[in-house]
């Protein structure tokens, strides 16, 4: 059979033939429950932007999950809306600052959202900073009306990139003269500000929202939103639902992760042909999702911290349990020299380890031997084969990928 032939056919079979979009996060229902406040905060904020004034720039707080972009994005659709059918002139950018992270490709952005030709746009790289400031300048008085800016994960370009593009955003509004620029930053750092140059803080002026963590009611209630939207309800349960929501309510509620757990616990029921999305469907998506963030987390790691992690590994293979620290450089200075690296400093190491813990990568924690003091005791979080393997995808290390060093002898 054709592979296509053959995929039409198991698509036809599928547990579930809905709109799938729906139980993706990036989907930004007309209601967002337990939001309800946020987002009239917001709108309140914005509005004076409908009157040709400038809004206050706004810092938006909370972890990963509450629903902080979905509320902005949810808003600036409705902003749009209306400024659509009242001929207003306020337009909007949604920049992630994962992506788009340095001064440059901010203000690239900015720009080539006015563009109309491609032969006009600025490119990738290339130009010198004051004529892509200029450019953007010229644009944006074309424009004369309200742009807001929205900054999402701005902490990862403050800190990748510093203040200095803040501070020419928030500089462009006395060098217009027909139009104004407001700023949305959304963070899941509450410290974000601390980050930032006095220079920068004091042209600031924002005003905060702080987004709660979703309980599992409350996550339980977006879950039945997005079921009851997809016409989905023959597929999952309520105790299924409701358990997606109790998983993710223990990850800081996390309504991403809910909605994930949702949508693979699906492809996972369909896999095997069931007929419908079982609890041990929910279980198998939140050990595929589990494993999906630390090989994500390992494969982002700089190289010196991978060697780090593998020799923690590879200490772990050989049998010894609570590593100390001595233990890991002595590992970690075989193996680089093998990969044809230069180890870094003992104390260098101590710094990747404590990382390597922050990520929950490994358990690094102080233990108390009386009189003897107290050190350091090592060991992994993450199951030892697998994270091997995503270690040894990394090109410099592929050759690492079958190295075993000698077991340790326990003494009785």
Known sequence: MNLFEEYITKKRMRLFTGNREI???????????HREKEVSRLGEILAPSLEGVKPSNVFI???????????????LRDLERV????????????????????HYSVLQNIGNFF????????????WPMEKVYETVKDKLNDFGG??????????????????????????????????????????????????????VKSRLSQERILFPPYNASQLKDILMDRVRLA???????????????????QEHGDARRAIDLLRISLEMAEREGAVRVLPRHVYEASSQIELSCVAEAIRTLPIQQKLVLLSI????????????????????????????????????????????????LISASLKSFGRYGRTKVINPAIPVDEAKEVITEDPFLEDMKNIKLPKQTVLH
């Open 115 to 126: 563009m109309k030709k491609w032969d006009e746009r600025i490119p990738f790289t290339g």
């Open 146 to 199: 309200i742009f807001i800016v929205v900054l999402d994960e701005i902490d990862k370009l403050i800190t990748k990139s510093g203040d200095d593009v803040l501070y020419h955003l928030l500089n462009l509004n006395d060098e217009l003269t027909k139009a104004r620029v407001s700023l949305i930053g959304i963070s899941n750092n509450i410290q974000v500000t601390q980050m930032l140059d006095a220079r």
């Open 231 to 249: 016409n989905a309800e023959d597929v999952f349960s309520e105790e299924v639902i409701g358990l997606c929501a109790a998983l993710a309510a």
């Open 83 to 102: 400024t659509t059918v009242h001929n207003l002139n306020v337009r909007s950018i949604y920049l992630n600052c994962e992506t788009v992270d340095t």
């Open 313 to 360: 590994l590879l200490n772990s293979e050989m049998g010894k349990i609570n590593q100390t620290t001595g233990e890991v450089y002595a590992t970690y200075s075989k193996i680089a020299k093998m990969v044809g690296m230069q180890p870094v400093t003992q104390r260098r190491v101590t710094d990747f380890i404590s990382e390597l813990d922050s990520l929950g």
């Open 23 to 33: 139980l993706m996060p990036s989907y930004i229902p007309e209601r967002l429950p």
């Open 61 to 75: 707080y909370g972890k990963t999950g509450t629903g902080k972009t979905a509320v902005v994005k949810y808003v």
